[in-house]
């Protein structure tokens, strides 16, 4: 049985796992949650639904892939594992499968700066992963590419990927990416979008430095 911080981050992807299917950005246990822990990774386990998850159930992964816990995690740890390995600045991660995140996916279209949101991304576009088969390692190296620079991505065919500090940060950042999404397609009934541009992007991503997680208005 675990106390203190780590059963306080085992709990915390319970609820967000909770949070992705009530939340409408996920539906049965095809998301998956990590917190970075140790020199390792916390993570959901497989096949497992989330009602069901108990702090105790939660998988530990050591970097070289080694896998503690009940439950195999996630199958795909890897790109969670690489993600924490490449960026000292990531803390958590969620990945998705959202409705509207998914359909520019299906298309491979990235979204472009069709609003200044996109700033909370670390640049102007986020970026389609290249498909590959789920849980394997040339999906993991496309995802680590698409998130060069920034705090989210696409995957082809697939779903997103959203980036955080904590927990919080991450699921944050997974809802406003379904929200562009959202935005983008609605756009796209209308014609191609006009688009801000590189300078008025980096010029929000200036302004919000330092800002919290909900202080953009």
């Not at 530990?60 to 490449?86: K, N, Q, T």
């Not at 609003?115 to 789920?134: D, E, K, L, S, T």
Request: glycine fraction near 10%.
């Amino acid at each position: 049985m675990t106390t203190g911080e780590e059963h306080d981050k085992r709990q915390a992807i319970i609820d967000h796992c909770l949070k992705l299917n009530n939340s409408g950005l996920n539906q049965g246990t095809s998301g998956n949650v990590s917190i970075r822990h140790g020199d390792g990774l916390l993570i959901s386990p497989t096949s497992t639904p989330y009602a069901d998850l108990t702090p105790d159930k939660i998988a530990y992964v050591h970097m070289d892939g080694r896998a503690e816990g009940p439950i195999a995690p996630s199958s795909e740890w890897r790109f969670h594992r690489d993600v924490l390995a490449a960026r000292s600045d990531v803390g958590a991660i969620v990945h998705a499968h959202p409705t509207y995140c998914t359909i520019l996916a299906i298309h491979g279209r990235e979204i472009p700066p069709i609003h200044y949101m996109i700033a909370i991304f670390g640049g102007p576009n986020i970026r389609v992963a290249p498909y590959a088969i789920f849980g394997s390692q040339e999906l993991s190296d496309h995802a680590v590419t698409a998130l060069e620079g920034r705090h989210a991505c696409l995957l082809d065919h697939h779903g997103s990927i959203a980036l955080g500090a904590s927990i919080e940060q991450a699921f944050w950042r997974a809802e406003e990416l379904e929200t562009l999404a959202r935005q983008y397609h609605g756009a796209l009934l209308l014609g191609e979008p006009p688009l801000l541009t590189e300078q008025q992007i980096e010029d929000v991503m200036n302004k919000i430095a330092g800002y919290g997680l909900t202080e953009v208005e």
